[in-house]
Every structure is written in C-alpha cells, then in structure tokens.
C-alpha cells in the first residue's frame, strides 16, 4: 500500500488548492517511500564479484531475497534528509506538549557531551582509565541529590518508566526484608500511565484514587482506600493537572503510618525544582527525567535518563552498580558482596547513558542553584501567562492558578460540533504541533498546554493568537475546516483507529 497514493478524505476537493498530498510543492519536496524509489538491481556500489568463495551455510543459504529496497548513494541521502525535514522539532518551533517538558536543549550541552574522553569512552573499559566520568557522574549525582533532599541515588535507570520500575521493586524489596508482601499500590486517577503499569509489571493490584473537583487527590477517598495489605502510593507531584498537590505531606505522613512507601513520579519537577526539596515532603523514592528537567534531548525514541533518588529507608535497597569513592579513587561496585548494602539487584548492563549525564550536568553547571530556581519560577510564569490570556477563549479545567502546565477542557467546543481532537489538527495548519490531548484522563477532551521556560513572551503571545483564532472559528461554525484539518502537512488526517487496531508493519509490494 502506498502513503503517497492515499485518497484525500471524502467530501474534499482534490482539486483545491490546499490539497497537494503527492506533489512537491515550494522547495518542500513530496516523498514515497523508500521502497518505491528503489528499483531492483540499483546499486551504489561497483565491486567486483569475489573470484573464490566457498559455500559453508549448506541448507541455511537464503534462497530469496532480502527484500531490501535497491537505491543509489544520493537517493538513500535525500530520502533520509527530506523525512528528517518533516520532522517537527523542537529547534522549529513551540512545542506544546504537556508532561513532555519539550524546552530549549543548550548547544552547550551538545559540545560537552562531545568531548572525546566523555563521547568516546567505552563502558568496558577499566575503570582507572575512566575516572573522569565517574567524577562527573558522582557530581551529577550530589547536585540531584541535593535539589531533592534525598540521601541516595540510582543513576542506571534509563527514562522515567524505568526509574519508576527502579523505585518500585525497591520497596518491594524493602517489605521483603521486613518480612512482609504487600499486595496493592495506590495510584490516583490522574496519574500518566507507566504509573499503574508499573505497579502491575510488579506483581501489585492497582486501586485508583479519585480526583476531587479541584484537580488533586481526594484525600479523604485515599485514607479509606489505605490499609495494611498497601504497599506504596504512587503520587505526581506537580500532578498531571498541573496542579501542586497541596496535601502531600498529610498523604505522607499517613501512608507512613500504615507501613507503606511514597513513591513520587518526578516527571514534572521542573515546576519546583530549586523551590521545594521533595525530600521534605516525606518522599522515599522519586526518579527524575533528566530529559525533561535538566534539558537533555527527547523525543522519537531518542535516550532518556531517569535517576532515582531515595530516602534513608529505602537507600539500602538501590541497585546495582553505584559508585563510591575511596581514596582517590572512584569505583563502581557491581556485585553485592563487594559493599554491606541490600541492592534489589541490577537493572541494566551498563551505568547509564553517559550522554545525558553530561548534558544535564552541563546544563546544572551553567544555571547555578539560582538559574535553576529561576527556570521553576519562568516555566510557571510561562503556563500562567497562557492560562489567562485563553481564559475567556478555551475553557480552564480548573480554578486558579497552575504550576507549569495550563489545562484546559472541551466545554468551550460544546455545541460547535468540533472536538479536541480536530482542534488539535487544525493547529497543524496554523503552523503548530498540537498540545498533549485527552490527558489526563480525569477531565473531559483535555488539552494540555506546557509551554516551558524557554518560550519567550513574543513567542507565547503568536501562539495564544493562533489557538484564540482557532477557538473563535469553532464557535463560529467552521466545523468543515476542523474536519478536514490538517491540509497543508505533507499527509492528511491518518485512520487512526485502524492504524491502531489493524497495523501494517511490512511493506510488501501487493
Ligand atoms: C514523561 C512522564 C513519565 C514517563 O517518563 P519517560 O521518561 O517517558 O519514561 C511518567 N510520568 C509522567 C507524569 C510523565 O510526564
């Protein structure tokens, strides 16, 4: 099946201006698939047939073919290097995906991570010839673990889901030692979805916490839900709302009292990261996306790091490896017997994406304590200003004022026959990627909008103009134009449903 040969969706002019699926256009260039380009036999190479070969896969020889398209040099290039143009980044534009945290990377970051001896290094490699990326490993390490409060550390996670896989069989492990299995874990309805997923893969029953009106956990409904069979509370703190989940320490204090772990998803700590110290809210594990907070980049399956931080209770039970210092020498400890800690075990085989490391310590390094406040302070600034100024356009889902994301409900499409999701399309014409939609799933076509420090006010202001013209075209009747949305990306509105229950992952020429 060929993408370039879809149908425009029924009812819309092919002819009409807007509609060049299939075409080059400007100096933007259409492109089929790789696989249509090929032609059997093209070849960007010229080597001789070997003289003598000696067949030694007996039966195993493949007998058809590989099924590799067959292009030259030049078209294997411009093919990749058109995709990568349309592809939406964040160096291009807004990007206003809540809980994404899709803000501004430092060059910076780019040029230190590249230096030789931190780029090149091998993660096999003795260990006396790398001590100085295991320096800068234990640096980062005390700068998270101070702005968090927290005593210990796991470095070896590799994105937030894994951290929360890393925080999680840590407690697990900390009620064994006590002699104790516990079978559920408190999740509120809020909450992103590797929270529950996590606790499940872990052997735990999940029960959801409702939200009360006001976005937050309902704390009275959390208290009947604790008892001595909970293990742990997985909270989000600013929560996925985007709201300070004021209670906290109350819910702290109370699933300590039953035995239980706090678990904190630190996914959106850049909201309070130099202003509260989790550790101070009564957390004993928090993972922190080091891709989302400290700037390292993300986004199409690019490497994540999602270091865990722990409380004194649970430290002992951290992973393996982790480093310690001993004179003048850093070491990583790999096998339990080698320290008197009780690590649940190891989660990967390396320590953890050396990249990142560096790019979030450079990033921590050129803020300072004071610049990273500041970037708290900006990215809540940021999402305030967007609230406000869309108050009267969209709908608010809550009152008040948020932390670093604005959300906003589909009451405002009510009656226009448009939804969330065609709102969110008809922004791709207007030159933006859409906001995270439908989430969280406790507010009804939710949009949710972060917007991060980085975005300057011209930048916001183009931006809030952009979606108050969308909002009054809505209202206004337009509901064909939001149907048909987008028409001017290289590829209309997909069948998502289908793509989502019938994929077709191979390409074959029938
Ligand atoms: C991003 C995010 C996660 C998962 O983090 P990954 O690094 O993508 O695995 C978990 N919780 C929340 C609230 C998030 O925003």
């Given at each position: 099946m060929s993408m370039a040969q879809q149908l425009p969706p029924e009812g819309t002019d092919s002819k009409d201006d807007a509609q060049?699926?299939?075409?080059?256009?400007?100096?933007?260039?259409?492109?089929?698939?790789?696989?249509?380009?090929?032609?059997?036999?093209?070849?960007?190479?010229?080597?001789?047939?070997?003289?003598?070969?000696?067949?030694?896969?007996?039966?195993?020889?493949?007998?058809?073919?590989?099924?590799?398209?067959?292009?030259?040099?030049?078209?294997?290039?411009?093919?990749?290097?058109?995709?990568?143009?349309?592809?939406?980044?964040?160096?291009?534009?807004?990007?206003?995906?809540?809980?994404?945290?899709?803000?501004?990377?430092?060059?910076?970051?780019?040029?230190?991570?590249?230096?030789?001896?931190?780029?090149?290094?091998?993660?096999?490699?003795?260990?006396?010839?790398?001590?100085?990326?295991?320096?800068?490993?234990?640096?980062?390490?005390d700068w998270l673990k101070q702005l968090t409060g927290m005593p210990a550390i796991a470095m070896s996670p590799k994105a937030g889901a894994h951290g929360e896989l890393c925080g999680v069989m840590a407690i697990k492990a900390a009620l064994e030692a006590r002699g104790e299995s516990r079978a559920r874990i408190l999740v509120p309805e809020s909450a992103h979805g590797t929270n529950p997923a996590t606790a499940a893969l872990?052997?735990?029953?999940?029960?959801?916490?409702?939200?009360?009106?006001?976005?937050?956990?309902?704390?009275?409904?959390?208290?009947?839900?604790?008892?001595?069979?909970?293990?742990?509370?997985?909270?989000?703190?600013?929560?996925?709302?985007?709201?300070?989940?004021?209670?906290?320490?109350?819910?702290?204090?109370?699933?300590?009292?039953?035995?239980?772990?706090?678990?904190?998803?630190?996914?959106?700590?850049?909201?309070?990261?130099?202003?509260?110290?989790?550790?101070?809210?009564?957390?004993?594990?928090?993972?922190?996306?080091?891709?989302?907070?400290?700037?390292?980049?993300?986004?199409?399956?690019?490497?994540?790091?999602?270091?865990?931080?722990?409380?004194?209770?649970?430290?002992?039970?951290?992973?393996?490896?982790y480093l310690v210092h001993e004179t003048d020498e850093w070491r990583l400890i790999e096998r339990a017997e080698e320290g008197d800690a009780q690590p649940f075990g190891r989660m990967t085989a390396f320590h953890g994406q050396m990249g990142m490391f560096v790019r979030a310590l450079s990033y921590i390094l050129s803020h300072g304590g004071d610049g990273l406040r500041q970037v708290a302070e900006d990215a809540v600034l940021n999402a305030n200003y967007v609230l406000e100024e869309l108050r009267g356009d969209m709908s608010a889902a809550f009152e008040g004022r948020c932390m670093h994301e604005a959300l906003f409900d589909a009451s405002f499409l009510q009656g226009t026959g448009v939804e969330t999701l065609d709102f969110a399309k008809a922004m791709i014409d207007k030159g933006y990627h859409p906001m995270t939609m439908y989430f969280p799933l406790v507010v009804n076509g939710a949009m949710l909008i972060e917007p991060t420090e980085t975005e300057s006010k011209e930048s916001l202001d183009r931006f809030i103009a952009a979606l108050r013209d969308l909002s009054t075209a809505a209202k206004a009747g337009q509901v064909e134009s939001f149907k048909n949305a987008p028409v001017h990306a290289p590829r209309r509105r997909l069948d998502e449903t289908t793509a989502a229950r019938k994929p077709i992952l191979r390409w074959t020429s029938e």
């Open positions: 060049w699926q299939g075409e080059s256009r400007g100096l933007q260039q259409e492109e089929p698939l790789i696989f249509e380009i090929g032609r059997p036999g093209k070849c960007g190479v010229d080597l001789p047939e070997p003289s003598s070969r000696r067949e030694r896969l007996g039966p195993l020889k493949r007998e058809g073919s590989i099924g590799l398209p067959d292009l030259s040099e030049p078209e294997v290039v411009r093919h990749f290097v058109r995709l990568s143009q349309k592809n939406y980044a964040i160096d291009a534009g807004l990007y206003p995906l809540g809980s994404c945290t899709m803000k501004h990377n430092p060059r910076l970051n780019e040029k230190m991570a590249r230096l030789p001896g931190f780029a090149d290094i091998h993660p096999l490699q003795p260990q006396k010839t790398i001590q100085g990326a295991l320096e800068l490993m234990t640096d980062l390490a872990c052997g735990f029953s999940v029960s959801a916490i409702p939200a009360g009106d006001d976005g937050r956990v309902d704390v009275a409904a959390f208290k009947e839900q604790l008892g001595p069979d909970v293990a742990g509370i997985m909270l989000t703190n600013p929560n996925t709302c985007g709201l300070f989940e004021k209670d906290i320490i109350e819910i702290a204090d109370a699933v300590h009292e039953a035995g239980g772990y706090f678990y904190c998803d630190g996914a959106n700590f850049n909201a309070i990261v130099g202003r509260v110290r989790p550790g101070d809210l009564g957390i004993d594990a928090m993972h922190i996306n080091l891709h989302k907070t400290f700037s390292t980049p993300h986004g199409g399956g690019g490497p994540g790091a999602g270091p865990v931080v722990f409380s004194e209770a649970l430290a002992p039970f951290a992973p393996l490896p």
